[in-house]
């Protein structure tokens, strides 16, 4: 079935510092890909998403990139804040599978001044 | 302003009790799902509705049921079969569901917490 595979955090980084957390996937064709972000003590928000090969998502200095041929669409940002501080949520959503988004483990970021 | 609510934030439970969740959009969305979330685990699955009647299990519904009379409405029932309940739970919901070509933006609540004591 559907899985979504991402590093175990918590990823603690300096302010300014360059971000990536990886995420790979396992889906039956060419699935949507989603991240997510996790304030404390909220529900989930939309960050990017991708919906083809290539593609690239972006939004508020994030991005990622539909990489097919490795099957991952790891999270970047160049310079992280105190503010980007949270959990992070890669998704897919598989077009011949069940309708539903299957999530990752969710990898906690943690940015100290 | 629209968006999904739910109730209680907090809530604790005896063993052997049933519990329910309340979950509500305004959002006139179709499909509204359960997620269940543990430390490491990520989210889980546990229902999902497409339509009103209409509902299928996800992943991790046993111990759950869930109902879907109004388009609004996704209650979530926790039963006493279900033997690890503590966790936090999350509903969504979208306008055009997950498995399509156009899948559009998950809406999240902001979860509810449960205990058991």
């Known amino acids: 079935g559907d899985s979504v595979t991402q590093m175990e955090g918590p990823v603690t980084l300096s302010e300014e510092a360059f971000l990536t957390i990886n995420c790979t996937y396992t889906?039956?064709?060419?699935?949507?890909l989603f991240w997510y972000v996790q304030y404390p003590g909220e529900g989930l928000q939309l960050l990017l998403k991708?919906?083809?090969?290539?593609d690239k998502g972006s939004n508020k200095g994030f991005e990622a990139t539909y990489r097919k041929e490795t099957t991952s669409f790891h999270l970047e940002k160049g310079s992280v804040q105190v503010s980007d501080s949270a959990v992070y949520f890669c998704a897919l959503s598989s077009h011949t599978g069940r309708r539903a988004l299957t999530f990752g483990s969710g990898t906690r970021l943690q940015v100290q001044p | 302003d629209g968006g999904i609510t739910q109730s209680p934030k907090y809530l604790f439970r005896k063993e052997g009790q049933n519990v329910t969740l309340s979950c509500e959009q305004n959002?006139?969305?179709?499909?509204m799902y359960w997620y269940r979330q543990d430390p490491g685990q990520g989210l889980r699955l546990i229902y999902y509705s497409q339509i009103v009647n209409d509902f299928q299990k996800g992943d991790i519904a046993e111990g759950y049921s869930v109902s879907r009379e109004k388009k609004e409405s996704f209650p979530l029932t926790v039963t006493s079969a279900q033997k690890n309940p503590t966790a936090f739970y999350l509903c969504?919901?979208?306008?055009?569901?997950?498995?399509?070509?156009?899948?559009?933006?998950?809406?999240f609540g902001e979860g509810s917490r449960l205990t058991v004591l």
């Open positions: 991708a919906t083809k090969a290539d």
């Open positions: 889906a039956t064709g060419y699935p949507s």
């Open positions: 959002l006139n969305h179709d499909a």
């Open positions: 969504a919901s979208t306008l055009t569901p997950a498995g399509t070509m156009n899948t559009g933006e998950l809406f």
